[in-house]
């Protein structure tokens, strides 16, 4: 039963313009939310994250929506640069576990 | 900067060995955790730890076990190495609530 979903496997953006990563999530009781960034043969790397209580979060390109009635939250990235190529996994926090998506490909065209 | 060190990056072993993964970190953090990730399925939570000797099952705690004998170190151990195990492994601490920090990562190939 996956409680947190990413169902865009990969993306594709051109450089300069705005990536939109997506995420669902099936548990009520999740309080916390966190992207990672992941690339090829190193260990993910934190974001940026948000708290339940707040329906945006924003540090420099970076800004993460919440919307807590869908149980939806989404990364924007402005504008989108060739090193956000990456995989990006969401996390959502709930009895000191984090959760992770299935995470999404992200690549940026120069 | 905290850091978070894995033993090995690459091992490769044959079914039914007995296989140690080893996680350090270097900022006294409580909480350790293993996840492994596997193509399509994400990071998924193996075991983790909030004190020295102290181990919770996560949500595929099978064929798996762990070891805190030291706050700084969290061992991962397969007992017999499956051909299903193989994946990449990681290990993450984390300092009460927020953010996980995570190792390079271990890749275990199981022949």
């Known amino acids: 039963d996956q409680q947190v979903k990413q169902n865009s496997p990969s993306l594709s953006v051109q450089e300069g313009r705005i990536s939109i990563l997506n995420c669902d999530y099936t548990n009520s009781m999740f309080d916390y939310f966190l992207w990672y960034k992941k690339y090829p043969a190193e260990g993910p790397t934190f974001l940026i994250s948000?708290?339940?209580?707040?329906d945006k979060n924003e540090d420099g390109r970076f800004t993460v929506f919440l919307n807590k009635s869908a149980k939806h939250l989404s990364l924007h990235i402005v504008p989108s640069q060739p090193g956000d190529s990456a995989v990006y996994f969401c996390a959502a926090k709930g009895n000191e576990k984090l959760t992770f998506g299935t995470g999404t490909r992200l690549t940026i065209i120069p | 900067d905290v850091k978070v060190t894995q033993s090995s990056r690459y091992l490769v072993k044959r079914t039914g060995e007995k296989v140690f993964l080893e996680c350090v970190q270097d900022m006294d953090h409580e909480n350790m955790f293993w996840y492994r990730q596997d193509p399509g399925l994400g990071l998924r939570l193996i075991y983790f730890s909030y004190d020295v000797k102290m181990k919770e099952k996560g949500d595929i705690p099978e064929g798996y076990s762990v070891s805190r004998e030291k706050k700084e170190r969290f061992s991962l151990i397969l007992e017999s190495a499956s051909t299903n195990q193989t994946s990449m492994y990681l290990c993450?601490?984390?300092?009460?609530?927020?953010?996980?920090?995570f190792g390079e990562g271990s890749r275990l190939t199981v022949l």
């Open positions: 993450a601490s984390s300092l009460g609530k927020g953010e996980l920090f």
């Open positions: 948000i708290s339940s209580i707040k």
